[in-house]
């Protein structure tokens, strides 16, 4: 009778102990993650480094968006965040202009979503810099602004960097995680856009140790 009563008692018990142990993560190299040989240098040694691989066309890029802009805010002053737009084709190359025309004009904030929403919502192709200059009218830029910045030599140095990063990280798909220039994550090795950023924060630590200890 004894018994009886205690092992319901124990199961309730050892319940959270299980569902614990179910949640805990093991990554490992090469099954979750990959290294990246050689490493590639990031923009500051000091800082652990961020980078989010998407394409503006992208479903699964738009998706990710809200989730990875909460996780933003979680992390620490030791850590950057970069953005950096895939570019295997000639519409990519503009979209990843687009990108980095937003940020010249300090319109960021605003044409980051704006262009995200044209093409996964409103279906626009923005297959043209008279579309993607358009677009950036409609929201206050002004037609010679962005011709000129869209156009410049700053913003197509870091498309082509960006282009450059892609390749050497062997990015296969959008999107893509990069940690510190060494780790690529990927949904398909992670199986969700959620454990991506589990994942990232694992590695955040892992290189935070490695720094500590250094």
């Given at each position: 009778?004894?018994?009886?009563?205690?092992?319901?008692?124990?199961?309730?018990l050892l319940t959270p102990l299980w569902a614990c142990?179910?949640?805990?993560?093991?990554?490992?190299?090469?099954?979750?993650?990959?290294?990246?040989?050689?490493?590639?240098?990031?923009?500051?040694?000091?800082?652990?480094?961020?980078?989010?691989?998407?394409?503006?066309?992208?479903?699964?890029?738009?998706?990710?968006?809200?989730?990875?802009?909460?996780?933003?805010?979680?992390?620490?002053?030791?850590?950057?965040?970069?953005?950096?737009?895939?570019?295997?084709?000639?519409?990519?190359?503009?979209?990843?202009?687009?990108?980095?025309?937003?940020?010249?004009?300090?319109?960021?904030?605003?044409?980051?979503?704006?262009?995200?929403q044209a093409m996964n919502v409103d279906r626009k192709?923005?297959?043209?810099?008279?579309?993607?200059?358009?677009?950036?009218?409609?929201?206050?830029?002004?037609?010679?602004?962005?011709?000129?910045?869209?156009?410049?030599?700053?913003?197509?140095?870091?498309?082509?960097?960006?282009?450059?990063?892609?390749?050497?990280?062997?990015?296969?798909?959008?999107?893509?995680?990069?940690?510190?220039?060494?780790?690529?994550?990927?949904?398909?090795?992670?199986?969700?856009?959620?454990?991506?950023?589990?994942?990232?924060?694992?590695?955040?630590?892992?290189?935070?140790?490695?720094?500590?200890?250094?």
């Amino acid at each position: 009778m004894l018994k009886r009563l205690l092992l319901p008692i124990a199961l309730v018990l050892l319940t959270p102990l299980w569902a614990c142990a179910q949640e805990e993560q093991t990554w490992e190299e090469g099954k979750h993650y990959d290294l990246i040989t050689p490493a590639i240098r990031t923009g500051d040694p000091a800082k652990i480094e961020v980078t989010e691989f998407f394409w503006y066309g992208c479903g699964h890029c738009y998706n990710f968006e809200p989730i990875i802009s909460q996780w933003k805010k979680t992390l620490g002053d030791d850590v950057i965040f970069r953005g950096s737009p895939a570019a295997w084709n000639a519409p990519m190359e503009l979209h990843a202009k687009a990108y980095y025309t937003a940020d010249v004009l300090g319109v960021m904030d605003t044409m980051h979503l704006v262009i995200f929403q044209a093409m996964n919502v409103d279906r626009k192709r923005l297959s043209s810099e008279a579309e993607i200059g358009e677009l950036f009218g409609e929201h206050g830029v002004s037609e010679e602004d962005f011709s000129k910045a869209f156009n410049s030599f700053g913003v197509s140095s870091q498309a082509r960097q960006a282009s450059a990063n892609a390749r050497a990280a062997k990015i296969t798909g959008t999107p893509e995680m990069m940690v510190n220039g060494k780790y690529r994550i990927s949904t398909r090795k992670v199986g969700s856009q959620a454990n991506m950023l589990k994942l990232a924060d694992y590695l955040i630590e892992k290189e935070r140790a490695a720094a500590a200890e250094s």
